[in-house]
């Protein structure tokens, strides 16, 4: 997907944040294996999930821990609606970033973004950069302002 990784480098530049994606020349399309290839605990990845509102449509983003799993009932309390997992395709064509290599930060699209607190247990957290082997290092708190995220309790 030619672009979604400059989309993540000129986003983080426009919100001030360092970063320096890394090609990984392996797989890093999961929590498991982007820690891998990061050296990192699983708790240090940030997965980038993306729901869908049952009653607007709208797109929201979780950055959830590696190491947690997203509670549903807790995101619908931040969302105001009930919410599915967002269809691959949709996911692609409004965000700008396939399935495995979602960014938190350089969507096409404005996109509500909720944090896991969890992840600022951190000095340092890795996030998918916009392909299936790019990732960057951030500090986390850094990285959800970026996002404009704001930080909960996410975890089930
Ligand atoms: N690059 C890695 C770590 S930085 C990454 O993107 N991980 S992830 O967790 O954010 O992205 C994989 C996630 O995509 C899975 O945890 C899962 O929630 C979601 N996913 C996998 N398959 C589908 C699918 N068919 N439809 C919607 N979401 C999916």
């Not at 392996?26 to 940030?46: F, L, P, W």
């Not at 979602?102 to 699209?109: L, S, T, Y």
């Not at 890795?126 to 850094?142: I, M, Q």
């Amino acid at each position: 997907m030619a672009g979604s990784i400059e989309r993540v480098e000129q986003a983080a530049t426009a919100a001030g944040l360092q970063i320096a994606v890394r090609r990984m020349g392996a797989s890093t399309r999961t929590a498991e294996e982007a820690a891998a290839q990061c050296g990192c605990t699983v708790g240090q990845i940030v997965k980038s999930l993306v729901f869908q509102g049952e009653r607007s449509s709208r797109l929201y983003l979780f950055l959830v821990s590696g190491a947690n799993q997203l509670d549903l009932a807790k995101a619908a309390a931040l969302t105001g609606e009930p919410l599915v997992r967002a269809d691959p395709r949709h996911v692609r064509d409004e965000t700008g970033f396939a399935i495995g290599g979602v960014a938190p930060i350089g969507h096409r699209i404005a996109i509500a973004a909720f944090a896991d607190d969890a992840l600022l247990q951190y000095d340092r957290v890795w996030a998918a950069a916009g392909a299936h082997d790019a990732v960057f290092a951030a500090e986390p708190a850094a990285l959800f302002k970026a996002a404009n995220a704001s930080t909960a309790d996410l975890a089930r």
